[in-house]
């Protein structure tokens, strides 16, 4: 996207990031950086990285961030923000980290209502492993562990997060959207600004889940990859708000 | 000081509030619930955060997170959790970040038992999780020393960045003692300026053990090396010898303790008995047993365990001086008699 070169969120770094052309991790961090700057947050702001590709948040945030071993980032959030107070705490996880080796943690962190915000990254697929099996990999789909499509039978069905999370008592805030196209940038965009108003008023958990694209995971060109986003995933994993109990004024 | 009687997990849980601890996490297991139960009631009143986790693997990336934002915290737990926690601790170990570990060792493998054990000084010293590295592993032998030592391992922890495990044992955990807790607040938090408080007035610090380039692996991997080596300036131990000693009796932990009697009583004897006690496992106290060692006729090692730490004593003592062991494991405690019997029988055959 060409007005991500134009103007840098201060929250970033000049780093370039190295995904993938059409690899929509670099949009969802650049939403992020804005939303950081907008709420004036940088100096207060603990980012809590996965293992995936977005293991070089490290490089790209100039602010704090902490590694978190594969899907242990919501643990790892619970004690900073526990510890620190005033800070603001977020977990940037993919599905593998969130969904399948960090299950535990999410949901627990999830039950106990902790106040951080979890930025939650589903593109259906193993990205930086070389395009395994997630556990939100659709009906169907190719992968390379799944060479002739994920049959249910054997690998049993994707898992829905937003919609498994949600009806927990510790949680706020859940939404599902996607930034295939400027409009959809937009509403994602607003997501992510009222899970930040959730932890700001100590309302509890709060999550946005991005559904995104991986063309090279997926085979696909990153046009294709777009609209596969929206022709497909959006069908297994519909958009919208799953949960919401409502903001201060 | 206050002197007061104590079970061994309550005493280390209180000395680690008197040392500044201001976060702890865990997961109950037995023989370290005391420990857990203690500290859901005094953590609060110190002003400090307590959460019981889901796992121990969430407890140990919990103390990962806290130890990353620069607070004294601790964790807790027995055996099988803390094979649980070995990539927490390896993580730890690679992003430099201070805890301070307790392992209130129980019989294994796998369930095992919840009787006092002495089978994981493996996992403790020799790394445990995946990369280079050792733990710096302190292993108590009363009430009271557990207790000063936890107290201690939050300066070691963070002088180093490199967490501290206190490997005791069941016994360890339930006896009563009297002990002398260490003052509030005379060990004081050191300044962090990497721990992760919020990027204003510095650069944003980053906490991380992640290297894709091998030759920046490699580097830091030599600096942890570098850093290692002067950790031996924490080797403990304690000894009493004599210069012509029949038997030198090495052991660690609950069984230093239970041999002592049996050496007190062969002493009566008139026989030349001398002890060697590591305190410190890791870095263990290499060149103090080895000249130890060449004052005595044969060495015997006891251990609550087939023969670990073992390893290491036949590695220091010379081929020339017989090393001979006696080991009880799946949570047998082997009786002073028992232990006395044994050096008798080695002191009757003579070398
Ligand atoms: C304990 C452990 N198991 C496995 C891995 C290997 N691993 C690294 S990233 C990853 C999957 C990442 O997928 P996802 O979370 O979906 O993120 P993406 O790369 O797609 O953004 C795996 C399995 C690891 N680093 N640690
Ligand atoms: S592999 Fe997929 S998720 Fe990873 S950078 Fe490339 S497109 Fe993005």
């Not at chain 1, 790209?60 to 790892?76: C, K, L, Q, W």
């Not at chain 1, 659709?138 to 009806?167: F, H, W």
Request: neutral net charge; glycine residues 8%; charged residues 20%.
């Amino acid at each position: 996207m060409s007005n991500q070169i134009l103007e840098r969120p201060k929250s970033l770094t000049q780093k370039q990031f190295h995904y993938c052309p059409g690899c929509h991790h670099g949009i969802i961090h650049r939403l992020i950086a804005e939303t950081i700057d907008e709420f004036d947050l940088r100096e207060k702001t603990i980012i809590v990285q996965p293992v995936g590709c977005a293991v070089y948040i490290y490089e790209y945030f100039d602010t704090d961030v902490s590694e978190a071993a594969h899907g242990r980032a919501p643990a790892v959030a619970t004690a900073i923000k526990r510890v620190s107070k005033g800070k603001f705490v977020l977990t940037y996880q993919g599905d593998g980290d969130l969904a399948a080796i960090g299950t535990a943690e999410i949901v627990h962190a999830a039950a106990r209502g902790e106040n951080i915000c979890v930025f939650f990254v589903n593109n259906a697929i193993y990205g930086m492993t070389g395009g395994q099996m997630a556990p939100t990999t659709l009906p169907g789909m190719k992968t390379a562990t799944t060479p002739l499509g994920r049959d249910v039978k054997k690998q049993g069905y994707p898992i829905k997060v937003s919609e498994m999370l949600a009806p927990f008592e510790g949680v706020s805030y859940i939404e599902r959207v996607m930034v295939s196209s400027p409009k959809h940038v937009i509403k994602a965009k607003s997501a992510v600004r009222k899970a930040f108003k959730y932890q700001l008023q100590e309302k509890g958990f709060s999550l946005v889940e991005f559904l995104s694209a991986c063309p090279t995971g997926w085979g696909m060109p990153p046009v294709d990859a777009a609209k596969w986003v929206e022709e497909n995933m959006t069908k297994q994993f519909p958009l919208g708000v799953y949960k919401e109990v409502g903001l201060d004024d | 000081m206050v002197r007061v009687l104590m079970k061994g997990t309550e005493a280390m849980a209180e000395a680690a509030i008197r040392a500044g601890c201001s976060a702890y996490f865990g997961y109950p297991i037995t023989p370290q619930t005391e420990l857990i139960h203690y500290m859901s009631r005094r953590m609060p009143e110190a002003g400090g955060v307590f959460l019981q986790a889901e796992s121990e693997v969430s407890v140990i990336n919990m103390v990962y997170g806290a130890a990353a934002a620069g607070v004294r915290v601790m964790t807790s737990s027995s055996s099988p959790g803390v094979s649980l926690m070995q990539e927490g601790i390896s993580y730890l170990v690679g992003a430099e970040l201070p805890a301070v570990l307790i392992n209130v060792m129980r019989g294994g493998p796998g369930l095992g038992n919840i009787q006092p054990s002495q089978s994981d000084y493996f996992q403790s010293t020799k790394g445990g999780g995946h990369g280079d590295y050792k733990l710096i592993t302190f292993a108590p032998s009363s009430v009271s020393e557990a207790a000063s030592m936890v107290y201690d391992a939050f300066d070691i922890t963070e002088k180093y960045r490199h967490p501290v495990m206190i490997l005791a044992d069941g016994a360890l955990g339930q006896i009563m003692e009297p002990v002398s807790l260490p003052e509030q607040g005379a060990s004081k938090p050191s300044v962090k300026n990497w721990a992760l408080t919020g990027a204003k007035g510095r650069p944003a610090n980053k906490i991380f053990s992640f290297y894709l380039d091998p030759k920046g692996l490699e580097e830091h991997n030599l600096h942890l090396q570098e850093k290692f080596k002067n950790i031996d300036d924490e080797i403990k131990y304690e000894e009493d010898i004599s210069d012509d000693m029949e038997i030198l009796v090495v052991a660690y932990g609950t069984v230093a303790r239970i041999l002592k009697n049996a050496v007190q009583k062969l002493r009566g004897e008139g026989k030349k008995v001398g002890i060697f006690r590591p305190i410190s496992l890791w870095p263990f106290p290499e060149s103090a047993l080895k000249s130890a060692s060449m004052k005595a006729k044969q060495v015997f090692v006891s251990e609550m365990s087939y023969g670990q730490m073992l390893e290491d004593v036949r590695r220091i003592v010379p081929d020339e001086i017989e090393v001979k062991f006696y080991g009880r494991a799946g949570g047998v405690v082997p009786s002073p008699n028992e232990l006395y019997i044994k050096l008798k029988s080695l002191l009757e055959r003579g070398v």
